[in-house]
């Protein structure tokens, strides 16, 4: 007994150095794994070996090989397909546990499903084995619960709960109930440290002992007997500890209601454990002793598909039809509406939350200077104000945003937003709605991952449940009462998705053409761990041929076949190209699919076991386990949308789709910000620094083809040694097309080590030679902000906003100090030695022409007035003045936009 808690003693001492933390780390030998005083292994790659656990009276086995690294995933195109990565070969041809398992609770999902009511649904798992024996044995856990005070759908829920075998979520260990106690006997708290608690409890066990005479009265794992004197010291003397199991059971309750609520479509939390066995199964390779309709139904889907690559018209090369799909994108704009799945947790990032040290999630990573949910707000504005500047019309496109209560997700997305009023769109603009957080569960056996008594390890169930969810939630309603018939989406990691034309090409297609989903794609690298799109072909039991575009996940890549070969002979880039997650959607055919009630609501399900899980028991103890939950894909809905034919089609079958995609260069389409890059680390790939770099190389293909002189942004090794060559941001409503920003641009040069940053909309610059920092801030930047009469602040757009018009400048200035040790790249956070900064208040004006401007200045214009700099013969002159009242709208010039065989043309107009 003592080497055990020696053992929980290490592991707590461990937890406590960043040092030994690091060996409890998932590694090649396996997993250390420690349950909160309960049970203690090791998971090793070594040969079989049992383990005695004195305080739990019983023997566990730890399996043969560690968790091992693989995802899975099910899906339509081929029933109940899988990813196997590194799986172990199985040679037995006996039923294992697990496929038992798996077999009984078919047999429970198919009767609870067949239950026409609440009461039948009752009957049927009361009757099951499990469930009676296990609350038959357990007498004191029903009263310590108080069961007589639940209602007939809670029990039912717990019943569930052990009907799957996860009985072990309702232990109460000994443990557990000291240490909830020992606060109020003068005792430590939860928060003091891992040893002390482990010591705390040792000492505990002993005193038990020596009271008994029998440590065998210590509680059980199998059959959770803590003990009546325990209850009794709950019941008559803990009061606020029985508060905190109520509180407890509360919460558990309320994710197995979310759980059988939102897997209906499935059979609720029988339905998602019956998915989580058959993807566990299918990644151990465990074939032999399925089901023969499931070994079937594989075998046809891999021997009859046949996949190809997409065709579809390519917007860097095609310029003419690029420009007339963006047309058809911004007429179309009153009818879309955007579509943000937030609900990550994004743990690759890391990102921490300075003053309170709690998780922050991806929504909240400060980028370019701001928070990422506010760049695509940015972008959204942007081509809403291309919509007024060329129809005259004021459009705010209504918002749907999908989070979760991960890391407060949703809270923190809420507050934002109410920090930044909405952003001037007005409450009513937006829609949030949650996702439900799922259980996590073990690599080996599927066990639901708790880190204390009914509290679950959980994790948001992937972005593919935004269809169902949003059909549950009424978000597709709440569209159509916009006069919304199609959405663009598009995820927050991705902050390059709305570059040039992108966006509003995608969307333009897919309206104009009727489509009911499109893909923006792109070039992709051979052996990257990126999806792909595919047009896949597949000849159905029935005799037809369907086809359709979907995405397959790089994991499948082996089992369907599909090789990762170059496009040609010694290159880089793989034929397939890339699923990038950036999507056009026809709003009533997604909710057709996500409120069909039945699996296809749950588009493309994933196991992905390949990755450790961290969390912290309720000792402060840290682990880390290769877990999982059942994930979904959003963009396979795709998968519910294949086209059928009665012959096989040879020639002109993606015109008849309902399906399409389009490409672009692949930096205008995708570059994500998913991970942190570590101090050593030389790959820039998914990272903030990365995606920074193809923002600035789009800078740089933008401002060249302007005729302005720069320096290439190199290699990235470049990078990492000495940061960019140059900082250049623009806010989106310059354009947000190239054709709008090049007639805004004309000459010059911008030398190497500068920084340009424009928050502005209607600027001119001709023949401006940049050699150091030059920002310019416009306080209205797309028009002016009123309230209205719901109290919400509003933003019109309009002519009143900031400009700025630069002809034949030199500035040169000590810019930023790219020495600095504090500079932070990608965040645009550095320090400066110099700056020429204008800030334009209200509807100021700048104008600056025929002059050198040297040294460090800030020009601050106030509203209503327009500040001009020329050249006198005694130096820089001067001029404030008032904009008179006739121009006090529109200012003394602005950008008239019109449209002419589907290109921009842009005329100043003076007043």
Not at 507 to 515: S, Y
Request: contains cysteine; hydrophobic residues 35%; proline residues 3%.
């Amino acid at each position: 007994m003592l080497d055990l808690f020696t053992l929980q003693i290490f592991s707590a001492l461990c937890s406590g150095s960043s040092a030994m933390a690091s060996c409890r780390n998932v590694s090649s030998r396996g997993i250390a794994n420690v349950d909160a005083g309960s049970q203690i292994g090791l998971v090793s790659n070594k040969s079989t070996r049992r383990h005695r656990f004195l305080n739990l009276g019983v023997e566990r086995k730890i399996p043969k090989s560690s968790a091992s690294r693989f995802a899975v995933t099910r899906r339509l195109i081929a029933i109940k397909a899988v990813s196997i990565i590194d799986a172990p070969a199985q040679s037995s041809s006996q039923p294992s546990n697990l496929e038992q398992e798996l077999r009984d609770l078919k047999i429970l999902q198919a009767r609870l499903r067949a239950a026409e009511t609440q009461r039948e649904r009752i009957q049927i798992i009361n009757q099951q084995r499990r469930v009676a024996s296990f609350f038959e044995r357990n007498e004191i856990l029903k009263d310590l619960l108080n069961f007589e005070s639940l209602e007939e759908r809670q029990i039912y829920l717990l019943k569930c709960l052990v009907s799957i075998g996860q009985e072990h979520v309702l232990v109460i260990e000994q443990s557990w109930l000291d240490l909830k106690q020992r606060p109020e006997n003068g005792g430590q708290s939860r928060s003091s440290s891992p040893l002390k608690n482990a010591l705390y409890i040792l000492l505990s066990m002993i005193e038990n002992w020596e009271k008994t005479g029998n440590y065998a009265k210590s509680p059980t794992f199998l059959n959770i007997k803590i003990g009546e004197n325990s209850v009794k010291t709950v019941n008559a003397k803990n009061k606020s500890c029985k508060e905190e199991i109520s509180n407890a059971m509360d919460k558990l309750l309320s994710t197995l209601e979310d759980v059988e609520t939102f897997y209906d479509c499935i059979g609720g939390i029988v339905g998602y454990q019956v998915a989580i066995l058959e993807l566990i199964l299918a990644s151990k390779n465990e074939w032999h002793s399925l089901s023969s309709q499931f070994h079937q139904d594989y075998s046809d889907a891999s021997s009859l598909n046949e996949f190809y690559v997409p065709l579809g018209p390519d917007l860097s090369k095609n310029i003419e039809y690029a420009a007339q799909a963006a047309v058809w994108g911004i007429e179309g704009l009153p009818e879309l509406g955007e579509v943000y799945p937030l609900g990550g947790s994004g743990d690759r990032l890391g990102l921490i939350d300075k003053e309170t040290g709690h998780s922050l999630p991806v929504a909240m990573l400060p980028y370019c200077g701001r928070t990422l949910l506010e760049g695509l707000i940015r972008d959204l504005q942007a081509r809403e104000f291309l919509y007024y500047k060329t129809y005259g019309k004021q459009h705010i496109t209504p918002v749907a945003i999908m989070t979760s209560a991960a890391k407060d997700n949703h809270k923190h997305i809420m507050a934002l937003c109410e920090k930044h009023d909405w952003f001037g769109r007005g409450r009513q603009s937006f829609q949030l709605f949650e996702q439900p957080l799922v259980p996590t569960v073990d690599a080996e056996e599927g066990k639901w991952v708790k880190s204390e008594p009914f509290k679950l390890v959980l994790k948001p169930g992937g972005h593919g449940v935004i269809w169902k969810l949003a059909s549950d939630k009424g978000i597709f309603d709440w569209f159509y009462s916009h006069g919304c018939r199609s959405a663009t989406v598009r995820q927050i990691s991705n902050p390059v998705a709305a570059t040039d034309v992108t966006l509003l090409a995608l969307a333009g297609i897919g309206l104009h053409n009727g489509k009911k989903l499109g893909f923006a794609s792109c070039q992709r690298s051979v052996g990257a761990s990126e999806g792909v799109n595919v047009l896949l072909e597949r000849n159905t039991s029935a005799g037809c041929w369907e086809y359709g575009l979907t995405c397959i996940e790089y994991t499948e890549f082996n089992k369907l076949g599909i090789i990762d070969a170059p496009i040609s002979p010694g290159s880089v880039q793989a034929q397939y190209p890339a699923n990038t997650n950036v999507l056009y959607v026809d709003l009533a055919t997604v909710e057709r699919i996500g409120s069909s009630k039945s699996e296809a609501s749950l588009p493309g399900m994933i196991l992905n076991l390949k990755k450790p899980i961290n969390y912290e028991d309720y000792l402060g103890v840290k682990h880390s386990i290769y877990a999982g939950r059942l994930e979904c894909t959003m963009q396979n809905v795709a998968d519910s949308l294949f086209t059928s034919h009665p012959y096989r089609c040879f020639s002109n079958v993606q015109e008849n789709l309902d399906t399409f995609i389009v490409y672009n260069e692949r930096r205008k389409v995708t570059s994500s910000a998913k991970r942190k890059r570590k101090a050593m680390d030389k790959s820039l790939h998914q990272t903030p620094d990365g995606s920074l770099l193809d923002i600035m190389r789009n800078a740089y293909d933008l401002l060249v083809s302007c005729n302005i002189q720069m320096d290439k942004v190199e290699d990235n090794t470049l990078y990492l040694n000495s940061g960019p060559p140059f900082l250049v941001f623009f806010h989106p409503a310059l354009g947000p097309l190239w054709e709008v920003i090049r007639q805004k641009f004309r000459g010059g040069s911008i030398a190497k080590g500068s920084e340009l940053q424009l928050e502005i909309a209607e600027f001119s610059w001709v023949d401006v030679q940049l050699d150091g920092s030059l920002i310019i801030l416009a306080e209205n930047i797309m028009g002016s902000e009123k309230s209205s009469e719901n109290e919400d602040t509003m933003l019109h757009y309009g002519q009143q906003c900031g400009k700025c018009r630069l002809q034949n400048v030199k500035i040169a200035n000590k810019g930023v100090d790219w020495k600095s040790s504090e500079n932070v790249y990608w965040q645009h956070k550095v320090d400066r030695l110099e700056t020429l900064k204008i800030v334009l208040h209200g509807n100021a004006e700048f104008d600056a022409r025929d002059v050198v401007l040297k040294g460090d200045h800030i020009f601050e214009v106030p509203d209503g007035h327009r500040l001009q700099i020329t050249t006198r013969d005694s130096g820089l002159s001067t001029t404030m003045e008032p904009i008179i009242d006739d121009m006090s709208i529109c200012g003394s010039w602005h950008w008239k936009y019109t449209l002419h065989n589907s290109h921009f043309n842009l005329e100043m107009v003076e007043l």
